[in-house]
């Protein structure tokens, strides 16, 4: 496996979660990084990505303002820090890495997608 999520769980409504992605094999340090999540019933949705030096990133409006991606090359890790968690967040959180350098928000624009972590919001 190469992309490892992890950092999920059970949470009440107004919790807070970071979520962590290795990049195992240590080969994404020069593309963009994404998380995407797919909740019970419904198609893979994008959540937010990150360029490959950081500089640039982008969210999806039901994020906007709540969650904050972030990553640190030299450590091939990727993280997602979630505030203000709603019900409608529950789902299995998904990180990815595209196939260029930019950030993207086009499931069609990755290559590697890691196993994915449990995200469960109770109101």
């Known amino acids: 496996v190469q992309l490892q999520a992890s950092g999920g769980g059970l949470v009440q409504a107004g919790d807070s979660l970071r979520l962590s992605c290795t990049d195992s094999?240590?080969?994404?340090?020069?593309?963009?990084m994404g998380w995407f999540r797919q909740a019970p019933g419904k198609e893979r949705e994008f959540v937010a990505s990150?360029?490959?030096?950081?500089?640039?990133?982008y969210y999806a409006d039901s994020v906007k303002g709540r969650f904050t991606i972030s990553r640190e090359r030299a450590k091939n890790m990727v993280y997602l820090e979630m505030n203000n968690l709603k019900p409608d967040d529950t789902a299995v959180y998904y990180c990815?890495?595209?196939?260029?350098?930019?950030?993207?928000?086009?499931?069609?624009?990755?290559?590697?997608w890691g196993q994915g972590t449990q995200v469960t919001v109770s109101s």
């Open positions: 094999r240590r080969t994404s340090s020069n593309n963009g």
């Open positions: 990150i360029s490959w030096n950081g500089g640039g990133s």
């Open positions: 990815a890495t595209a196939r260029g350098s930019w950030a993207s928000t086009s499931r069609n624009d990755y290559r590697y």
